[in-house]
């Protein structure tokens, strides 16, 4: 075909299946494949098209690919468990549940249907937070980061924040203790140095100008050797004395004991006015920032004009409502949890029917919990392994699997697996290996 062969998009879209296409979809998707062919012949080499049949066949193409929607469910078997590139917790039933009922149809969002007037989103719920974690007052916002700059912003705009400088840390993709400091409009005052953090450092630093002490939750690293801080309790004696208020960035914030992890519930007992953690990391709801402690420090965040952009949306709210009423009766529901507490006999069990499936073998591995959450703690789990080229053959799979290469191997960790999704990662070897 030469350039002057080439149809006009009004003789593409006569094509018969084309001119079944919503009209201006297909212009768009004429116009982009009768572009490429122009390049194409443009570029001197013999074009891969002959006729205009072949043409319609190329736009067609365009067409799906243009209405394949992009975010897209995929199976993680990476051993990950709250894998933040892969959209952190996956959400219990009961929270999906709660919401396809609230975002449906209406809902009393912001009315209160006692008094028949208006009401705040923060009402509803506040009861279950302050109920699994003993605190006065809570406020949820859009997640941590939201929930730990708001708190600085109403408490300590133009004032002093005491940080240890063993905690002014990165979480990854930007978030970094100093710099959200900044854009609160408060002043970092470092404590202490990088490995020693002592009480007395932080006595030391209290004048006038500090409006606050922040105590930051490690997260993703863990510092070993010589090194101290402060127990949280003997913090908390530090801020009471000189008058000032504690404001606990807990990170993950699990509501449960887990590993040793502190929880909302045993920060506020040591001594914490605030407490902030997110929604979607151990907790294993939606993405949120939830905030918990005294009712006065809490209606000061209420009140500042920050909350309002960083708020919570309805379906967020409904799946955290969900997620948190999990917690009083049921919390093995809640798939973070049952992927952490899951023995490692289950696991291998999994690993062994999905490797007896596709014909491949068990391999002991480690699983993680992820999202800058305990990041020394080690799960023994269990992985199929199998060719190491299959790997880009699974991602391109629907649903896309996620596997670990190592050592010449494909690697299914089956922790992060349930069983209805270990039989799809053994379809999806089948169709990789054709
Ligand atoms: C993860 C984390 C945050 C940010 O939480 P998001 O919900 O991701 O915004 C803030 N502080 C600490 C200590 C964290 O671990």
Do not use: W
Not at 102 to 112: K, M, P, Q, R, T
């Amino acid at each position: 075909m030469r350039l002057r062969d080439l149809p006009s998009v009004d003789e593409l879209l006569r094509d018969e299946r084309l001119a079944k296409e919503s009209r201006p979809l297909a212009v768009a998707a004429a116009r982009s494949t009768l572009e490429r062919a122009r390049e194409e012949i443009r570029a001197g080499a013999e074009p891969s098209f002959v006729d205009s049949g072949d043409l319609a066949e190329r736009a067609l193409a365009e067409l799906a690919a243009q209405r394949r929607l992009r975010l897209r469910r995929v199976l993680n078997a990476t051993g990950i468990l709250v894998h933040t590139n892969l959209g952190r917790a996956p959400l219990a039933g009961a929270a999906l549940e709660r919401v396809l009922e609230v975002g449906a149809g209406f809902s009393n969002l912001e009315y209160d249907l006692t008094a028949g007037a208006r009401g705040s989103r923060q009402d509803h719920l506040a009861p279950l937070l302050r109920r699994l974690t003993g605190a006065e007052a809570a406020l949820v916002v859009n997640n941590n980061a939201a929930a730990v700059l708001l708190a600085l912003a109403a408490l300590a705009e133009g004032r002093e924040v005491l940080v240890s400088r063993g905690e002014l840390i990165e979480i990854g993709d930007g978030f970094r203790i100093p710099d959200v400091l900044a854009r609160s409009g408060a002043r970092l005052r470092e404590v202490g140095t990088t490995n020693r953090t002592r009480a007395e450092d932080y006595e030391a630093a209290i004048g006038f100008e500090t409006a606050l002490v922040l105590r930051v939750h490690q997260s993703n690293f863990r510092q070993v050797g010589f090194t101290e801080r402060p127990r949280f309790a003997q913090l908390a004696q530090v801020a009471k004395r000189a008058g000032i208020p504690l404001v606990d960035d807990l990170g993950s914030g699990a509501l449960v004991e887990l590993e040793g992890e502190p929880t909302p519930a045993s920060s506020l007992a040591a001594g914490a006015d605030l407490v902030c953690f997110s929604g979607d990391k151990l907790l294993g709801g939606p993405q949120a920032g939830i905030v918990v402690g005294s009712a006065e420090l809490v209606e000061r965040l209420k009140r500042h004009p920050l909350q309002r952009a960083l708020r919570a949306d309805k379906l967020s709210l409904a799946a955290l409502e969900g997620t948190l009423a999990l917690y009083l009766d049921r919390p093995q529901e809640i798939p973070v949890l049952r992927m952490l507490r899951e023995p490692a006999e289950a696991v291998r069990v999994r690993a062994k029917r999905l490797a007896a499936a596709v014909g491949g073998s068990v391999e002991e591995t480690v699983a993680r919990v992820g999202g800058g959450a305990l990041p020394l703690a080690e799960l023994p789990s269990f992985a199929c392994a199998v060719e190491e080229e299959l790997a880009a053959a699974l991602r391109a799979h629907e649903p896309p699997v996620l596997a670990v290469v190592r050592d010449g191997k494909t690697l299914l960790d089956c922790r992060t697996l349930t069983d209805a999704e270990a039989e799809e990662v053994a379809g999806a070897i089948v169709t990789a290996r054709r």
